[in-house]
Every structure is written in structure tokens, then in C-alpha cells.
């Protein structure tokens, strides 16, 4: 992933992925831009509070692993006598310490499977990120749609209103018909509709918005469109980062258990006192011995199985999802491309339209033009304007489905 700095707020995006000691008042107050949106969204997610246990349980994984046993040792002491009996002061006092050995090649297993489970809760914790990054990409530009449409709509409103004064002073000089100032009128009213529906998709937007980041966003002018990313290589896309990862846990997880099929065999170690009256010396022995399991322990299989599905599954999804992230990849790009062609033909037909409106209403005021002709290029020049503007906003939006058909994050 392409990056640059972390030293800011900016570090949140990868640091508990890398195993960076971060914390949540790190995440921005505001979310004007995608970034800053996505730092603040994810600050709020159970993964990010859960992250820090899941990276200590994998260090204590990896480091029961490099002990010198499997399990601790354990120490047995017994005490045996005759006062309840006999009384004739026969005493014998044992400790053994039992001491775990590690099965053929199951230290070394131990070990790739701890740090195979490390690198599987990274990956998880990173694709997480991916996924919520394209609900904040989405949030933000639909955030901003809404917000453009608002401020066209506002912009509409008021040059209706214009225009129907300047249409009722003159239907009361005489100049127009009644009829043109009903029509006026209704333009009016049209574009009351119209501003009324764009605060209500603005208001809805709005709340999407705060209910991922907890923070307001910014006006529509204030919008921070991406970078146009470069093709990164495909193997850094959080997916198959994931599955990649599943799929070695797996594998180690099931050699692990072809190393585990039985009991650990202890090695004994036990040190014996003991008398048989009162008046002899107390005699000291030592004992070394080796217990050894015998038989194969029954999990094993079912472990065995379990990793190998698990595993056949994780390899299986790899090779569709990399099929599939390359067709969204491409389609993506082609879309930026189309979009950056559609934004220059949209700004050339906004830039005619607004000279087509000016010629219209400067005849319109000397009369040589009626008012549905006024009222209809006013719209097309409204529409036009639109259009240019929403498809510029498309054009970003659509940066941003690039980059995350790509693997990358806010940055």
C-alpha cells in the first residue's frame, strides 16, 4: 500500500496491522476529508478496540512455543506413615517432579503455527479496514452528491423567484399576460419541490454519515477527492492477504496436529526418603523415570480434518477472489476513464447553456422572446449545470472505487 506518513493521525490506518502501539484519541475530531472520516469511523469499530488482545494472545501463542516444555512442570509430593496403625514411627516422605518432552517436530510446528495465526489476525484486522473503508468512501460521496444537489437546487429556487418577479411586474405593466405569471409561478413552485426533496436527501446522507464517524460532515464545496492511484501489485490486496493468511494458519494448524497424535511423555525426576522404625536413619533414593502415552489420541484426526477443510476452503476463495478482484479492477479504471471524458462533454454543454441563457434573457427583457422559451432554456442551462457538476462528482467517487477495487486505504 502506497503510504506517507505516520506520524500523524494518518498512522491509525495501518498501526494496529503492524502491531503499532496507537491509541483511539488519535482519530480525528472532524471528518472533512475521506481519510479523516475513515480514522474517526474506525476508531469506533469493536475490531479496533479488540485488536490489542488479539495481538497478546498471539505473542503468548509465540512464546509458549519457544518454552522448553509444552506444558509446565508439575510436582507431586507424598507423605506416608504408620501413626494411625502401628506408631512405631515408620515414615516415608517422596517429591517427584514431572516434567513434559515435546513430540517429535512439534516445537518447531508450535512455532510456525503461532506465527502463522499472528500473520492471519494482522491480515483480518486489515481486510476489516478495507471493508470499512468502502462504506466511508461510499458514505462520503453520496454525502456529497446530496450536498451538490441542495446547492443546485437552492441556486434554482432563487433564479425562479427572480425571474418571477421580473415576470409580475410586468404582467402588471401590462407588458405580459396573466397566463405568463401563473406560468412563473409554477416554476416557482417546481423548484420549492425540488429544494424540499434535495434537504431531505441531504438531512438522510447527513445521518449515514455521523452514524459512521460520529463527526458532521463538511459542506459539498469543502469535498477532498482521492489521488488517481498506480496499479499496485495484486497480492497486497487486503483479501487475498486474508485468505493467503487462512490458508498457511490452516496448513501449520494441520501439521501441527500430525505432530500432536499423543500425549506428551513425561520425564520424572523424584527424590524418596524413608525409614522403617523410629530408631533407624532415614535413607535417601533417587528415581529417574520416563512415562510414555501409548496409543493415538482421538481429537488428532478430527484437528487433521478440520484444518484441511479449512484450508481447502481458504485456497479454494483465494483463486476466485483474485478473479474477481482483477474484473472490478478493470472496470473500475475504465469507468474513471469514461467519467473523465463525460466530465469534458458536461462542461462543454454547461458552458453553451449558460451563454445560450444569457442570450435569451437579455431578449427576453427587449421582448423578442416569450416566457415558456425563457423558462425552458433556463431550465436546460439548470441542467446543464447539474449535470456538469454531478458527473464531476462521479468522476471522484469513482477515483475512490478504484482505489478500492485496488486494496488501498484512505490515505
Excluded at 214 to 232: C, F, I, Q, W, Y
Excluded at 356 to 381: V, Y
Aim: glycine fraction near 6%.
Amino acid at each position: 500500500m502506497n503510504s506517507t506518513h505516520w506520524g500523524s493521525p494518518g498512522a491509525l490506518v495501518l498501526a494496529l496491522a503492524c502491531g503499532l502501539p496507537v491509541h483511539a484519541q488519535q482519530a480525528a475530531a472532524g471528518s472533512g476529508s475521506i481519510r479523516q472520516g475513515f480514522e474517526a469511523a474506525w476508531a469506533r469499530q469493536p475490531e479496533y478496540r479488540g485488536a490489542g488482545w488479539r495481538r497478546d494472545a498471539a505473542i503468548a501463542s509465540e512464546l509458549a512455543a519457544q518454552r522448553w516444555t509444552p506444558e509446565p512442570p508439575a510436582l507431586e509430593l507424598t507423605a506416608k506413615g504408620d501413626r494411625m496403625t502401628s506408631n512405631t514411627g515408620a515414615r516415608e516422605y517422596e517429591a517427584k517432579l514431572a516434567v513434559p518432552i515435546w513430540l517429535p517436530g512439534e516445537k518447531s510446528r508450535s512455532l510456525t503455527a503461532a506465527h502463522a495465526d499472528s500473520g492471519a489476525v494482522q491480515a483480518r484486522l486489515f481486510a476489516a479496514q478495507w471493508r470499512l473503508a468502502a462504506e466511508v468512501r461510499d458514505a462520503y460521496w453520496a454525502h456529497g452528491k446530496a450536498s451538490l444537489d441542495r446547492s443546485l437546487a437552492r441556486q434554482r429556487l432563487a433564479a425562479s423567484q427572480q425571474l418571477a418577479a421580473d415576470v409580475a411586474r410586468r404582467v402588471g405593466a401590462g407588458d405580459l399576460a396573466r397566463s405568463d405569471g401563473h406560468q412563473a409561478e409554477a416554476a416557482v413552485a417546481a423548484a420549492e419541490v425540488a429544494a424540499a426533496e434535495s434537504d431531505a436527501a441531504l438531512a438522510q446522507a447527513a445521518q449515514r454519515w455521523i452514524a459512521l464517524t460520529g463527526a458532521a460532515p463538511l459542506a459539498g464545496e469543502d469535498l477532498a477527492p482521492e489521488a488517481t492511484p498506480a496499479n499496485p501489485a495484486a497480492a497486497s490486496h487486503p483479501v487475498l492477504r486474508e485468505l493467503v493468511a487462512r490458508a498457511d494458519a490452516a496448513r501449520s494448524q494441520a501439521e501441527l496436529a500430525a505432530a500432536q497424535t499423543r500425549a506428551n511423555p513425561e520425564l520424572m525426576l523424584g527424590v524418596t526418603r524413608e525409614r522403617s522404625d523410629a530408631n533407624e536413619r532415614y535413607a535417601q533414593v533417587l528415581s529417574v523415570a520416563v512415562r510414555i502415552p501409548l496409543g493415538k489420541l482421538s481429537r488428532s484426526d478430527a484437528r487433521i480434518a478440520t484444518a484441511g477443510a479449512e484450508q481447502t476452503e481458504a485456497e479454494i476463495q483465494l483463486l476466485v477472489a483474485q478473479e474477481r478482484i482483477g474484473t472490478e479492477a478493470r472496470a473500475a479504471s475504465e469507468r474513471v476513464q469514461a467519467l473523465a471524458l463525460a466530465v469534458e462533454a458536461a462542461e462543454r454543454r454547461s458552458r453553451l447553456a449558460a451563454e445560450s441563457r444569457g442570450f435569451f434573457e437579455k431578449s427576453f427583457r427587449l421582448g423578442e422572446t416569450d416566457l415558456p422559451t425563457r423558462l425552458r432554456i433556463e431550465l436546460e442551462a439548470a441542467e446543464a449545470e447539474r449535470q456538469a457538476a454531478r458527473t464531476r462528482i462521479e468522476l471522484h467517487a469513482a477515483v475512490s472505487q478504484l482505489r478500492q477495487a485496488l486494496g488501498l486505504l484512505p490515505e
